[in-house]
């Protein structure tokens, strides 16, 4: 079955709190089929910590989880999706485990339990040389104090909540816990000292590395998942990080030669953006936050640049130095928050080569701060890592001893290599994502995943460019919008984006409301101001769930942007400052300044989300629509984007069919379903537009049949003048306003009833 479009569904377990199982899909077979998608596309299905939210801990990959209703669930929720002529994706997580709760995974537990005699000691990278006795280090106590308050009780430790098993004939009548703990194949330390036992992924000790290079370590893990294609249940799967793997080529390779030639496989694989994706790699593509980056920043107005600069310089705050502060963030996310995967790295060098340097940690720091991209060791990017060195050496010549030693350890495929890459990924993403994009507060849209703020959107020509890149090179990849990770849904990034349009008045109101009601920190306000202006609702009633949103988020933004205060050491302080502030703008004379800047460019903001919407549902790749999507959406970062969706409401406006967005979804899906071919093999076409206003205007034709074009920059625009677009020979339809045009068509005619078009050609 052909792969032309999916839905993303978050399932959660009944311990979750608010579930959705399989049975809850089942439910919306029906809908999904109507509105028009060829395939459901789940997150993670297999048994997950108890109460999981998300799926991403999996505690036994060998099981599809009971919580969701288990093995018959699934297979009587494919069975009714093949009825409605749909086909099922799953999302899988090769590179951890959960390990919160070390009961919950029994192979983990035999880990613990019998130590390097475990039957799956090889499954997990242990880090045997960290202790002196060589037991496995798990930093999990609030101080190592408080191994002296350890329990016995029957064959495990207890302190608290916490459960740890204990290893045969270890456990002598009289001894304390303490002393019975001494003799366990691990060492229960204190969190705060930054070293751990085991790779895990990025700095979350609940997530434990998996071996997926050891082929009976994949084929464990790996034994629900082949059973999916051999019963064919499944026509293709999401990889989730894959780049933390030792090797993932390899593994992508074995994971091709278990699904099959013809299953669609897609990676989270994030790009930079002068990356390729390694066109050796045996998939499909990336699941989507490259094409993200280009369908929402093609709408980010490049005029507005230097006054949403000045506004940042304004606040004491050079954004001259971003880089610069990404450089930093980068060196110490490497020697404070992955300490110890650094110290693991510098003994495989000296394990390597038999000699150490005292700047050899500074050094490997230095080092990937210069690499851009998440991991250098694909074919693709032979260059990265020789030109990191050259620019490292040349700003610090007083490092190049230390990397000669390090490149002296790093012979192919060597243990070295392999470290070094995987601390490289973590790195990005704890120096990036996790705080960089939670400081930067130029235009907030663009600190997205897969997104590099420092360049202020995506021009038309490299916009078309990309398109028409991928779809020579990767016509199947999955094409987004908003997913589980997001910062922010793709509509609020729609209306935030408009900003750009806007400067100087956005520039007034700030200044106005700074006036009026001071933020605690200049930068941090600057910062919330763009997520409340994004979330504000248009007829600025603030319900008390939006207010807890805000305020959840709130707290999430500032901490990982560690500038006041941190998830480790909270400030209660400023926390309650900023906490008060927020309740200020919510209740004091802002809000209806707010409300009415809102409602001024709600035509604009709503235009570009439409806009973006088409351009992500028809340009080159498969489009997957993110649950709930199809109506306009608030959603902040998680665990906000994975609330409950209303289906109710949204059954209700595709009976309708008078929604704009809704509109947009079902119409270009359906002839997604209708024309196969013109969207997975018509190739790209950019069509430019003529005119005085032709600037407004990002037109395109997919194969010889469809013709998309959408309106941008509008807030700046006063009369469409002379615009037009020239169609090619033949009458064209719009599906979305129903009007038939032909020849040179005047962008006023065209967008006319939406700012978007979706013409079909419908003459012979």
Avoid at 201 to 230: N, Y
Wanted: proline content about 5%.
């Amino acid at each position: 079955m052909s792969i032309l479009s999916t839905y993303r569904l978050q399932m959660r377990g009944a311990a979750s709190g608010e579930a959705f199982t399989f049975a809850d899909a089942e439910k919306l077979v029906d809908y999904l089929a109507e509105l028009g998608v060829s395939h459901l596309y789940l997150s993670p299905i297999l048994t997950a910590a108890e109460g999981s939210t998300h799926g991403y801990d999996v505690t036994d990959p060998t099981t599809i989880s009971a919580e969701l209703g288990g093995p018959e669930g699934f297979s009587q929720l494919v069975s009714t999706a093949r009825a409605a002529g749909l086909g099922v994706v799953v999302d899988i997580v090769p590179n951890h485990v959960g390990v919160d709760v070390p009961r919950q995974n029994a192979w983990w537990w035999d880990l613990l339990t019998h130590g390097r005699q475990s039957q799956y000691a090889s499954y997990f990278d242990i880090d045997w040389t960290l202790d002196p006795d060589g037991r496995i280090v798990l930093p999990v106590l609030g101080s190592d104090d408080d191994v002296a308050n350890l329990t016995v009780d029957g064959d495990t430790l207890r302190l608290g909540d916490l459960v740890y098993p204990i290893s045969p004939g270890t456990a002598d009548d009289g001894a304390s816990g303490a002393e019975v703990h001494d003799r366990q194949h691990y060492k229960l330390i204190g969190w705060r000292h930054n070293v751990c036992g085991y790779r895990r992924f990025f700095s979350i000790t609940s997530l434990a590395g998996l071996r997926q290079e050891d082929r009976a370590v994949f084929d464990a893990t790996h034994v629900e998942v082949k059973r999916w294609f051999d019963e064919g249940l499944v026509d293709g799967i999401r990889i989730d990080h894959p780049d933390g793997l030792s090797d993932p080529t390899s593994y992508l390779e074995w994971l091709r030669e278990l699904a099959g030639p013809q299953a669609w496989i897609v990676i989270e694989k994030i790009l930079a953006v002068d990356e390729p994706l390694d066109p050796s790699l045996p998939v499909a593509g990336t699941t989507g936050y490259d094409a993200l980056r280009e369908a929402g920043g093609v709408f980010v107005d490049p005029t507005g640049e230097p006054a949403l600069t000045e506004l940042i310089d304004s606040a004491g705050i050079d954004y001259a130095d971003m880089g610069l502060e990404a450089h930093r963030l980068k060196v110490q996310a490497v020697t404070v928050t992955l300490a110890s995967e650094l110290a693991r790295v510098r003994r495989a060098v000296v394990a390597t080569t038999g000699r150490d340097h005292d700047l050899l940690p500074e050094a490997v720091a230095e080092l990937l701060s210069h690499i851009g991209v998440y991991r250098s060791d694909y074919l693709s990017l032979p260059l990265v890592l020789p030109a990191a060195l050259a620019e490292t050496t040349t700003a610090r010549p007083d490092l190049a001893e230390p990397l000669t030693l390090l490149t002296a350890a790093l012979t192919p495929g060597s243990e070295v290599g392999v470290r070094l890459q995987q601390l490289c990924g973590a790195a990005t993403a704890k120096s990036m994502e996790d705080c960089l994009f939670y400081r930067d507060a130029r235009l907030v849209s663009l600190n997205e995943v897969g997104g590099e703020p420092e360049h202020f959107g995506v021009s038309a020509p490299e916009f078309h460019t990309r398109a028409q890149a991928r779809a020579t090179l990767w016509p199947s990849a999955m094409t987004t919008l908003s997913t589980h990770d997001t910062k922010r849904g793709e509509d609020v990034r729609a209306r935030i984006g408009v900003l750009s349009q806007v400067p100087s008045l956005w520039t007034e109101m700030v200044q106005g409301w700074e006036r009026a009601t001071p933020s605690p920190d200049p930068l941090t306000g600057l910062f919330l101001w763009q997520n409340i202006f994004g979330v504000w609702p248009v007829d600025g009633t603030v319900t008390d769930e939006l207010r807890d949103r805000l305020h959840a988020y709130t707290e999430k933004a500032i901490r990982e942007a560690a500038l006041h205060t941190t998830w480790n050491d909270p400030d209660s302080d400023f926390e309650g400052a900023v906490h008060g502030w927020i309740d200020s703008v919510l209740d004091g004379p802002v809000a209806a300044e707010l409300t009415a800047l809102v409602a001024r460019l709600d035509q604009h903001t709503r235009g570009d989300a439409l806009g973006q919407k088409l351009i992500a549902l028809t340009g080159p790749g498969v489009p997957d629509v993110y649950q709930g999507t199809e109506l306009w959406e608030d959603s902040l970062v998680d665990p906000d984007n994975r609330r409950a969706v209303d289906y109710r409401e949204r059954r209700t406006a595709l009976a309708d069919g008078s929604h704009p967005k809704m509109r947009v979804v079902t119409e270009a899906l359906k002839l997604r379903r209708e024309r196969p071919d013109t969207f997975l093999a018509g190739g790209y076409r950019p069509v430019p537009a003529d005119g005085t206003a032709a600037e407004h205007v990002v037109a395109y034709g997919r194969g010889t049949d469809v013709t998309v074009a959408v309106s941008r920059w509008t807030a700046r625009l006063t009369d469409w003048g002379n615009t037009s677009v020239t169609l090619a020979d033949g009458s064209w339809t719009d599906r979305l306003s129903g009007r038939t045009h032909s020849g040179s068509v005047p962008a006023a005619e065209l967008f006319g009833d939406l700012p978007v078009a979706l013409l079909v050609r419908t003459d012979a």
